[in-house]
């Protein structure tokens, strides 16, 4: 595995979170509606208009994109700086995905966290995971 990153940020991010996007792209792309109810823990499934459908799929798109450019840039390069851009990257990304997920879920529902349902916990908690892995990473935390 060619990668300039230390082992945890390595484990994390050339395996696991593949993984978890590689679940993702494969939960939204069998059941667009599961995802988009889940948003909410909705005790059934919408019927979705076929723009949330297109949306969902595009979303689900995302996640597999996201992982493979991961699997791609990280197995691909020893430099601390190609990894570090791309974590920068991902980073923002983190923020920007973790800000509109938590607006939208208004503060009631976010701080409610025994009601969450799988969705919400896939979109607010495995964020702040790599997020906080990914400052780890960048602040030197795992260098040696």
Avoid at 8 to 35: G, M, N
Avoid at 65 to 84: C, G, P, Q, R
Avoid at 89 to 97: I, M, T
């Amino acid at each position: 595995m060619a990668t300039a990153l230390p082992t945890i940020p390595r484990y994390v991010f050339c395996i696991i979170e593949p993984v978890v996007l590689i679940l993702a792209f494969t939960t939204t792309s069998i059941s667009p509606a599961y995802y988009v109810s889940g948003q909410f823990k909705l005790t059934s499934p919408l019927s979705l208009a076929p723009s949330e459908t297109i949306l969902t799929y595009q979303m689900s798109n995302l996640f597999l994109l996201i992982a493979i450019i991961e699997l791609y840039v990280f197995h691909s390069t020893n430099d601390i700086k190609v990894a570090h851009a791309l974590l920068k990257a991902l980073w923002w990304g983190d923020l920007g995905h973790l800000g509109v997920t938590t607006w939208c879920m208004g503060w009631a529902t976010l701080r409610n966290v025994g009601e969450w349902s799988l969705v919400n916990w896939g979109n607010i908690a495995v964020p702040l995971f790599l997020f906080a892995m990914r400052s780890f990473c960048l602040f030197g935390i795992f260098e040696t």
